[in-house]
DNA sequence: TGCCTGATGTTCT
DNA sequence: GAACATCAGGCAC
């Protein structure tokens, strides 16, 4: 049996960001568990002008730079966070954030953590943060471990994964790094 | 429907 | 001291 660590160091920045979509993340909460799917990642790598590895290795960044399929979350814009699964061998500075996700299962358990509820609930990278109770404390997380869990789905087909390039960044903004599913209602706009 | 802006704090220069 | 991988509310059309 292969484990998360070892898919994940495995593959490169783009080819994670793809493995990601339609596998699901199991947050439990309170002895009580809510799943989602994910529909849209972007990738990040440290040769790469808009990830945040890009200057190397910081307090900051540390996790990026550790051992795949670990959760990298950052704080930003003075009000939201925002997470990432690491890939690639430690020391590579690269990871996937995950920018969109589709409730499956204990909606109103994300609905308790955000004062909102249908789409607006998890299409945005700092909104499935807040509905999944992620914070800086669950930065490094492993992600084989409760109380939050990566679960692998199969990989989707080529026809069902639309690539774009990123959004939200000044740098690099011609890298063809985000990748989502095609026609799913919970993918931002742009 | 779509643009503009304020909120707010961490990180790096 | 400025930039920032964002969101939500307000206002104009």
Redesign the pocket.
Known sequence: MTSLTQLFESLSPPEAARRLLGCEFVRTIDGREARVRIVET?A?HQSDA????Y??R????DV?FGPAAHL?V???????Y???VVSGPVGTGA???I?AVEPVEGTELLQRN???SGI?LT????????AMAIR?EMNGHDLEQAPLRLVLNPALENDQIVEST??????AVDVPWRFYVKDNPYV??S
């Open positions: 972007e990040y808009a990830s945040h590895s200057n190397g910081t307090q900051r960044t990026m990298y950052y704080f930003t814009y003075g009000m939201h925002c997470c990432n990871g996937t954030l920018r955000r004062d909102r607006d299409n945005g990278p700092a909104k499935l943060c807040q800086r990123r959004v939200g960044i000044s740098k931002s706009k």
